[in-house]
């Protein structure tokens, strides 16, 4: 079992930055692809970036170049740095882990992700 708590959400202008932090516990995360997924009103949740253990990641599109994600394996968290915020960012944004998440975020198999933290919010006004 992973447990995982989200922090760092707020309410930002268009253009500003966030940092959001996934913190694990339990069994260590390390041997985990850990991953950030984000909802909006209305709309379905999707992948915005995920770490393997190898060190890959990969970014949807729409976040490419604006956000990074990162892992501090001796602290057993996670980051999401978001840079260049839109309007279109403004979603509750969750921490997930799976041995294989790096397949399910390739694959948009959300359904087949372990374990989930309870999000955090993110708005971006303009």
């Known amino acids: 079992q992973v447990q995982l708590v989200e922090s760092g959400g707020g309410s930002v202008q268009a253009g500003g930055s966030l940092r959001l932090s996934c913190a694990a516990s339990?069994?260590?995360?390390?041997?985990?692809?850990v991953g950030w997924f984000r909802q909006a009103p209305g709309k379905e949740r999707e992948g915005v970036a995920v770490?393997?253990?190898?060190?890959?990641?990969q970014y949807a599109d729409s976040v490419m170049g604006r956000f990074t994600i990162s892992r501090d394996n001796t602290e057993d968290t996670h980051y999401l740095q978001m840079n260049s915020l839109k309007p279109e960012d403004t979603a509750m944004y969750y921490c997930?882990?799976?041995?294989?998440?790096?397949?399910?975020?390739?694959?948009?198999?959300?359904?087949?992700?372990?374990?989930w933290g309870q999000g955090t919010q993110v708005t971006v006004s303009s």
């Open positions: 997930a882990a799976d041995a294989l998440l790096s397949r399910w975020f390739f694959l948009d198999r959300q359904d087949l992700v372990q374990y």
């Open positions: 339990g069994n260590s995360s390390r041997n985990y692809g």
């Open positions: 770490s393997d253990t190898d060190g890959s990641t």
